[in-house]
């Protein structure tokens, strides 16, 4: 079982806004920094956000990321068809001095 | 422009061994740690190893340990993973990924390879 807890999937319409949920513990999230990475189908992850909020050069502002005590959560807005894709949060395991990924989060634009 | 191409998968029996490959290019192999990560078929992600800049600092899976080794030749720019006593549930692609030592993140992935285990 991952250690970070990601719902398995959600779904909204083009132009919609949608958050998907990591949900860790006091020795995850609550001491390290989150990454979130997004998978096409058949592709290698891409980074998307790192150290909690920030976008690597070429992620449109529409992706947001942010963290509140043990919990992270990734915003997309004015979604895209194109964004349909499965969404991994990563953090560091400081009880295990391991990485770890959420179960990833399926996107659907309906 | 960055690089990271892993070479090394296939099929291989249980218990068997198997060594991945991951060349570096287009950036200072030297300044980054590196890590890799699998993804079982259909399956999620799973970090599996790092290792630091010189190679001085490796973690490991709890899962993997004693199994895996992960070590790195800064003088050819390259990665690698030995794999012994392989299991069908080591199936996976395989992904070579680039850490930059200032945050847990993995910012350029491999496009990866499979290592098939199985009789």
Redesign the interface.
């Given at each position: 079982q991952?250690v970070l807890t990601q719902p398995p999937s959600v779904s909204a319409t083009p132009g919609q806004k949608v958050i998907i949920s990591c949900s860790g513990s006091n020795s995850n999230i609550a001491r390290?920094?989150v990454?979130w990475?997004q998978?096409f189908p058949g592709?290698?992850?891409?980074?998307l956000i790192?150290?909690n909020n920030k976008r690597?050069s070429g992620i449109p502002d529409r992706f947001s990321g942010s963290k509140s005590g043990t919990s992270a959560t990734l915003g997309i807005t004015g979604l895209q068809t194109g964004d349909e894709a499965?969404y991994?949060c990563?953090?560091?395991e400081s009880s295990?001095?391991?990485?770890?990924?959420?179960?990833?989060t399926k996107l659907t634009v309906l | 422009e960055v690089h990271l191409v892993e070479s090394g998968g296939g099929l291989v029996k249980p218990g068997g061994s198997l060594r991945l490959s991951c060349a570096a290019s287009g950036f200072t192999f030297t300044s980054y740690n590196m890590?890799w990560?699998r993804q079982a078929p259909g399956k999620?992600?799973?970090?599996v190893s790092?290792i630091s800049t010189s190679g001085s600092h490796i973690?490991?899976?709890?899962s993997l340990k004693g199994r895996f080794t992960i070590s790195r030749d800064n003088t050819k720019n390259s990665l690698s993973l030995q794999m012994n006593s392989l299991r069908a549930e080591d199936t996976a692609v395989y992904?070579c990924t680039r850490e930059p030592t200032v945050?847990?993140?993995?910012?350029?992935?491999?496009?990866?390879t499979l290592v098939t285990v199985s009789s």
């Open positions: 991952p390290n920094y990454s990475y998978q592709t290698a992850p891409k980074l790192y150290e690597p499965d991994y990563g953090t560091w295990l001095s391991a990485g770890v990924f959420g179960g990833g | 890590n990560v999620g992600l799973e970090w790092s973690y490991y899976a709890d992904y945050g847990d993140y993995l910012d350029f992935w491999g496009q990866g």
